[in-house]
C-alpha cells in the first residue's frame, strides 16, 4: 500500500484544447487508483504565489464532465515571468520564493505542471531551487516541445485550421480569388504543415523554409493556365517578410505578438500575380472550442502516466510521447530540443509530391 500522498497540478501558458481532458486524467488516477489528494491550483504559479494560496481540492466528481471542455479549469496566464514579476509600481521582483513557499505550505509531496517549454522551464527552475518534486507534460498547439510526438492542443489546432481551409476552398473559387489563412506557430511551422497537407492548400509557408515571391506568383499563374483561378495558401505567423523581418506587433502593455504575415503576403501576391487577394487570421480559434478525439486521448493518457511517475518518485521528467507508447525523459532533455518542421522530412516530402509549393 503507497502511502497517501498529496499532489498539486496547475496549468501555465497559453490555453489550448484537451488540457481539462489531462486534470481529469491527473484527478481520475491520483484519487480514483491511487487514494491520494488532489489540489487544482488556479493561474499557474500565481495560485502559489498568493498567500494564503489559490486552489481547489479536486475530486472525481468535480473534474467527470471536464473530458470534452475547451480552455482550462484552472485558469492560467502565459504573462509575469516569477523571476522579475512585474509589480503595480513598474518595478519588477523575483517572486520566485513565494511560489516555493506556497508549495510547502499546501504539504504538496508533488507537483504536476501542464506547459510548453516556456513554463517547463520556469517552474523547473523554481523547483530545482525549492526542493519541488515535478512531472511535467507538454501542452502546445505550436506542437513544438522536444522529445514529445505530440503535445495537448496541437491536434485540435490542426483540425480548426483544416476545416476553415475547406470553408475558404469554395468562396475562393466562387470568386476567382487568392485565399490566404495566417495560422498560429510561434516559431514552429507545424500546424501550417499538417493542416495545408490535409485541407488541400495550394502554397505552404513555413519559417523553418526561406521562400521567394516569385516561385509563389508562378504557381498562381500555372494555377491560372490550368483553367483554376483561385488557390489557397496557408501561411504560419512566425514566416518573415522577404527582408527576413517578423512581423509583430507589441500592444499597451508591452507585449510583443505575431501576426501580420498574412497581410503582407497578400499585398505582394496581388501585385506580382494580379490576384485578387483575401486573408483570414485565424487566431485564437485555433485554442478554443471542444478537444479533438486525438487531444482528449492524449491529455488522458499523459494525465494517467503522469501521476504513475509521482508513484515511482520519478521527477523533474516530462511525459512525452513516443513511437506509439508514453514515456519519460529529462526535463532538461525536452526543453533543451526544440521541435521545428524538418524541411527534409516526411511532411515537407509530402506536400512536394503532392504538387503544393513550399515557396521556394
Ligand atoms: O504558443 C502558443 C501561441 O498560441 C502561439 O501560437 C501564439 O503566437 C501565442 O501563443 C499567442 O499568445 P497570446 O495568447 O498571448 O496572444
Not at 506556497?102 to 527552475?125: E, F, N, P, T, W
Not at 501580420?260 to 506580382?272: E, F, R, S, T, V
Not at 494525465?303 to 519519460?328: F, H, P, T
Request: proline content about 4%; aromatic content about 4%; hydrophobic content about 40%.
Amino acid at each position: 500500500m503507497q502511502e497517501q500522498k498529496r499532489i498539486g497540478i496547475l496549468t501555465s501558458g497559453g490555453d489550448c484544447a484537451g488540457l481539462n481532458a489531462a486534470i481529469r486524467a491527473v484527478v481520475c488516477r491520483a484519487v480514483g487508483s491511487y487514494g491520494w489528494k488532489v489540489l487544482g491550483i488556479r493561474q499557474a504559479t500565481m495560485g502559489l504565489m498568493n498567500s494564503p494560496p489559490d486552489f481547489i481540492p479536486l475530486e472525481i466528481d468535480t473534474v467527470e464532465e471536464l473530458l470534452i471542455t475547451g480552455g482550462t479549469f484552472l485558469g492560467t496566464t502565459n504573462t509575469g515571468d516569477p523571476f522579475a514579476y512585474p509589480m503595480p509600481d513598474g518595478s519588477t521582483r523575483d517572486r520566485s520564493s513565494e511560489i516555493i513557499a506556497g508549495y510547502h505550505q499546501l504539504g504538496l509531496d508533488a507537483l504536476i505542471v501542464i506547459g510548453g517549454d516556456g513554463s517547463m522551464d520556469i517552474v523547473r527552475k523554481i523547483a530545482q531551487k525549492g526542493g519541488m518534486n515535478l512531472v511535467a507534460i507538454p501542452k502546445t498547439i505550436d506542437n513544438d516541445v522536444g522529445s514529445t510526438e505530440r503535445s495537448i492542443g496541437f491536434d485540435t489546432a490542426v483540425n480548426i485550421a483544416t476545416e476553415s481551409l475547406d470553408r475558404l476552398h469554395f468562396t475562393a473559387a466562387s470568386h476567382n480569388r487568392v485565399m490566404i489563412l495566417e495560422v498560429m506557430g510561434r516559431d514552429a511551422g507545424h500546424i501550417a504543415i499538417s493542416a495545408g497537407i490535409a485541407g488541400g492548400a495550394h502554397i505552404i509557408l513555413i519559417p523553418e523554409i526561406p521562400y521567394n515571391l516569385d516561385s509563389i506568383c508562378e504557381k498562381i499563374h500555372e494555377r491560372q493556365e490550368s483553367g483554376k483561378n483561385y488557390s489557397l495558401v496557408i501561411v504560419s505567423e512566425a514566416v518573415k517578410t522577404e527582408n527576413g523581418e517578423t512581423i509583430k506587433n507589441i500592444n499597451r502593455l508591452g507585449q510583443t505578438r505575431f501576426g501580420g504575415i498574412g497581410h503582407y503576403l497578400a499585398d505582394k501576391i496581388c501585385a506580382c500575380s494580379g490576384a485578387e487577394t483575401r486573408v483570414t487570421v485565424l487566431g485564437h480559434i485555433q485554442r478554443g472550442g471542444t478537444p479533438s478525439p486525438l487531444d482528449r486521448l492524449t491529455g488522458s493518457v499523459f494525465g494517467v502516466a503522469a501521476v504513475d511517475l509521482i508513484a515511482e518518485g520519478k521527477y523533474d521528467c516530462m511525459v512525452s510521447w513516443q513511437n506509439r507508447q508514453v514515456v519519460s525523459v529529462p526535463i532538461p532533455e525536452a526543453i533543451g530540443k526544440y521541435s521545428t518542421v524538418d524541411p527534409d522530412g516526411m511532411l515537407v516530402k509530402t506536400a512536394r509530391g503532392l504538387g503544393i509549393c513550399l515557396g521556394n
